[in-house]
């Protein structure tokens, strides 16, 4: 049995649906199990595990990202961030089930780490967290509290998640492009775009992969699809593909610009490509380009024929 802590999110929503095509027993909470409350934790997890089950896994999708809000909710964002977090931890130790806690690239600074040739590298599960903001900050103190309490728990990180449900850049550019002539586009942060359904699928194999005996350890990963590019980059090819495809009817010009003349509470990581040689290894993976992700999820998502 899995409980996935979550489950209506672009993430949870997408892992729910694997589940049940993989007919893996599952039980989904959201917002009626408060998180931040350890005794409701424990008697949903008592409920589902009444007995001795040697399969017990929590994956928690659950998280407050709200990256500007969170400077003026710096209260809520670590209640769920960093001890909710602590608390699902808690719990999985307590039941004896093992955890896969979800976090992200905002633990790093996004300046980027210089490389041999001098230009930044991929971050690596090592590196040194330094987050900006409140909302990084909660969650790599979310990533200390889920090790501390639990240290059998696999942690992954991830980038720039878009997906079917819930608001994300692909659906913001969509919607910009048939509205607008013109949509201007920062051209100065670099990472690498990640489709919910792969990293769902990533989460599915971890514990697939646990129940055939071949347990990864524990420990952070990183997960994102393949691929260094800017948000200007990412915008451009949705329009291309959604152009070739039928889905947008009208020309529409995608403009670069610079990170400065869209000022926001939190700066937003100039660097924030993820290595991911750690989880390519443990679970043989491929893992799919940015670009063929997104066309797979145009396919999916609105039916189009041929891309």
């Not at 209640?79 to 608390?87: D, E, F, K, P, S």
């Not at 889920?146 to 079917?164: H, K």
């Not at 260094?228 to 889905?247: H, M, N, P, Q, V």
């Amino acid at each position: 049995m899995l409980w996935l802590i979550g489950n209506r999110g672009m993430l949870g929503t997408e892992l729910s649906r694997l589940l049940e095509q993989e007919n893996i027993p599952h039980a989904g909470t959201d917002r009626e199990v408060d998180i931040t409350d350890p005794a409701a934790l424990e008697a949903f997890a008592r409920n589902i595990w009444p007995g001795k089950d040697s399969a017990r896994w929590i994956i928690n999708c659950a998280a407050y990202t709200a990256v500007d809000r969170a400077e003026d909710e710096q209260e809520l964002c670590r209640r769920l961030n960093t001890q909710g977090a602590a608390n699902i931890a808690a719990c999985a130790a307590g039941v004896g089930a093992g955890l896969i806690h979800i976090s992200t690239d905002y633990v790093f600074d996004g300046k980027g780490i210089p490389g041999g040739d001098g230009r930044p590298r991929p971050y690596r599960e090592d590196d040194r967290t330094d987050p900006a903001g409140v909302y990084g900050l909660t969650k790599r103190d979310g990533e200390t509290a889920v090790t501390e309490n639990n240290p059998a728990s696999v942690i992954i990180r991830t980038a720039w998640l878009y997906g079917q449900y819930g608001s994300n850049f692909v659906t913001t550019m969509l919607a910009l492009m048939k509205e607008r002539d013109i949509v201007s586009v920062v051209n100065d942060q670099y990472g690498s775009p990640t489709w919910a359904r792969d990293l769902a699928g990533v989460l599915l194999e971890i514990v697939k992969t646990a129940k055939n005996g071949r347990q990864i350890p524990c420990g952070i990963y990183h997960y994102t699809n393949e691929g260094s590019i800017t948000w200007y980059d990412f915008a451009e090819k949705i329009y291309e593909e959604a152009r070739s495809s039928g889905l947008l009817a009208k020309n529409c010009t995608v403009k670069p610009c610079a990170s400065s003349e869209y000022p926001a509470r939190v700066k937003r990581p100039a660097y924030s490509v993820l290595d991911k040689t750690k989880i390519r290894k443990a679970l043989g993976l491929r893992i799919p380009s940015w670009d063929e992700s997104l066309r797979n999820y145009l396919v999916s998502v609105y039916n189009v024929d041929t891309l």
